[in-house]
């Protein structure tokens, strides 16, 4: 995929490129909105005699930039091991760790256009951190021999339509308070399945991941004691492609799935994630592990791809075509921080079992969705912070 780091620097200077090239609109319509706010020293008003804060606005929450950095590196952890929470973190970040979510809401009676743009700006920066993680995990478990290209692509294909879509349909339209709802309803859902997926019923017909793992962490406790394993060579083969069928083995275990299944999949992953401003990673789990069957060790490099098409997809579009801005100066740094994360992940996440890989994924959920769903819904939160 990125095979030296010439190609890596003429990507990143593209990437400057763009956002060099279309600042003056992100700069017009942040502007506007900020013309278009009462000026005052009352709340939902713009007191232009504070310093300036995120987005350059006057008043504004100034975040810690060390801070946003360490949280950048949890955030790339996180969604290099499992694969998902990537986009969810970023938000817990954003929304509540950095008050970018209280200011916004100031604005919501005073300014709409402002409490929009804001919200927004909150979407397409979670979505830049794990757009990045998805990167650099997709090319480290790739050559782990961790990620089921087949898959991963067929899922990217549905998701492009799909990320696209979405933020050109909702941009501009969606409140913090739906937004919010919304984002703890999906996520808390998504717990409790993966929470029946670990009981003896939901684990009855997942025998290839299961022996798949098996065979993977006999390999690397083997590895561990100092006996040679070529786990590259173990890792996923392609068996046989077609349009309704993909024959692939991973540790001598053989899977199969229907190539037309994860497109369709794709395309209503990436609209959900697209309209909730993440990446998609906390739907994909679970996608992998149930319609696929994957084991968790194949889940996180496949999901990163998938993940990788619909970030840039809805960011281009986010960024392009509805001239959202972002806060470059913090985005900056959570880059690098992301990047720490990301490369940590994948040596990692090989010493930790497979049950308790979706254990993790499954406290993150609940403790995510019940935060926001309470937060969205009843105007407060049951567990902190509050």
């Not at 190609?7 to 017009?28: Q, R, T, Y």
């Not at 256009?113 to 990167?135: C, E, F, H, P, Y």
């Not at 994909?284 to 968790?296: D, Q």
Request: overall charge positive; some cysteine; proline content about 5%.
């Amino acid at each position: 995929m990125f095979k030296s780091r010439k190609s890596l620097l003429i990507m990143a200077l593209a990437a400057l490129a763009v956002v060099v090239f279309f600042e003056p609109a992100f700069a017009g319509k942040l502007q506007a909105a900020i013309d278009a706010t009462p000026k005052g020293t009352g709340p939902g008003e713009i007191n232009t005699e504070l310093a300036t804060g995120f987005l350059g606005i006057n008043g504004a929450p100034s975040p810690n930039l060390i801070l946003g950095f360490a949280w950048a590196i949890w955030v790339g952890w996180i969604f290099s091991t499992v694969g998902a929470f990537g986009g969810i973190m970023a938000g817990v970040g954003h929304i509540t760790i950095y008050g970018f979510g209280n200011f916004a809401s100031t604005f919501k009676k005073t300014s709409p256009v402002m409490n929009k743009l804001v919200t927004d700006s909150i979407r397409v920066s979670n979505q830049w951190l794990v757009g990045t993680s998805a990167a650099m995990s997709s090319y480290n478990y790739f050559k782990m021999g961790r990620l089921v290209l087949p898959l991963g692509l067929s899922l990217a294909a549905g998701s492009i339509a799909g990320s696209y879509l979405v933020p050109w349909l909702t941009a501009g339209k969606i409140s913090l308070k739906d937004y919010i709802g919304y984002f703890g309803l999906f996520v808390l859902f998504l717990g409790c399945y993966l929470f029946y997926e670990t009981s003896p019923k939901g684990q009855a017909n997942k025998k290839e991941a299961k022996e798949a793992a098996k065979a993977f962490e006999a390999s690397i406790k083997k590895e561990k004691e100092g006996g040679a394993v070529d786990t590259q060579s173990l890792g996923v083969k392609v068996i046989s492609f077609s349009l309704t069928k993909c024959i692939f083995t991973f540790y001598g275990v053989e899977f199969s799935f229907n190539p037309l299944v994860p497109v369709v999949g794709g395309f209503c992953i990436a609209s959900l994630a697209s309209f909730l401003g993440v990446g998609g990673g906390f739907l994909l789990v679970p996608f992998l592990t149930s319609v696929a069957g994957l084991p968790m060790y194949l889940v996180a490099g496949t999901s990163a791809l998938a993940v990788l098409v619909g970030m840039t997809t809805s960011i281009f579009t986010y960024m392009v075509v509805k001239d959202t801005p972002v806060f470059w100066p913090l985005i900056g740094v959570e880059l690098l921080g992301i990047l720490v994360g990301s490369f940590i992940g994948p040596r990692t996440s090989k010493y930790i079992p497979d049950v308790w890989l979706k254990r993790l994924f499954i406290v993150l959920a609940l403790y995510v969705g019940i935060r926001y769903s309470t937060k969205g819904f009843l105007g407060y939160s049951i567990v902190p912070p509050f």
